[in-house]
């Protein structure tokens, strides 16, 4: 019987080419939260990717650039992201969840953490939890479709989460995660600072290290 099941979400992908031209298959180069999901030892793993990724190299009609761009956290997306976990999880009745987020997974993770009653506790890894903030650091067009994180974090207050971030990140830097911890409130929201690791660094080599550490509450 499975009480407990370990959920990776991954990260944005190959969503952009360039700052102005999209990919045209969002199926990530170095997909982190696939390694995340590979280093767990945890004996109960599940990995979800984000829509349209690994299933080219020719993308069906049914995919739009825009889910892997500017809608990429639309309710839609979040509506298929959660649909398709309760599709998978209706095989273990009364599962608890344990979500994990990379990067834009990180949003996902906790935007579906907020919405759920099955989820005992959320980890993200240099997750995109302030969506908005993100956009306005580097500059770029905002995405009003977006659904971020941020904004349901007083829903999170009571669950055990850990959000790491490496003190060499310059995509999503520490200040994010620290911004989403003060939204969350009272004492279930840490944030762990991770020496030396960028966006992309190897966060895989230390995973079983990380999962290690205890939460707060």
């Known amino acids: 019987m499975v009480n407990r099941l370990r959920v990776y979400i991954e990260g944005d992908g190959f969503a952009w080419k360039s700052r102005t031209q999209p990919s045209a298959d969002p199926t ?43 809608r990429r956290f639309s309710s839609a997306v979040i509506d298929a992201m959660d649909n398709a976990l309760s599709q998978a999880v209706t095989r273990y009745p009364g599962v608890k969840l344990e979500l994990v987020g990379y990067s834009g997974g990180g949003n996902i993770a906790a935007l579906l953490a907020a919405r759920r009653t099955d989820v005992s506790s959320l980890r993200t890894v240099a997750g995109n939890l302030d969506v908005a903030y993100v956009n306005a650091l580097h500059h770029v067009t905002g995405m009003p479709d977006a659904v971020s994180a941020i904004d349901s974090a007083s829903a999170l207050r009571t669950l055990p989460q850990i ?25 279930c929201a840490q944030v762990e600072v991770v020496s030396g690791m960028a966006h992309g660094s190897e966060w895989a080599a230390i995973w079983p290290q990380l999962l290690g550490k205890g939460y707060s509450c």
Not at 165 to 187: I, M
């Open 28 to 70: 990530p180069r170095n997909p982190i939260g696939l390694a995340l999901a590979a280093a767990d030892v945890n004996e109960n793993v599940l990995y979800l990717a984000r829509p349209c990724q690994f299933i080219g190299p020719s993308i069906p009609a049914t995919c739009n650039v825009s889910d892997w761009t500017s």
């Open 163 to 187: 959000h790491f971030s490496g003190d060499a990140d310059k995509t999503v830097p520490p200040t994010v995660a620290r911004r989403f911890q003060r939204a969350v409130g009272g004492n």
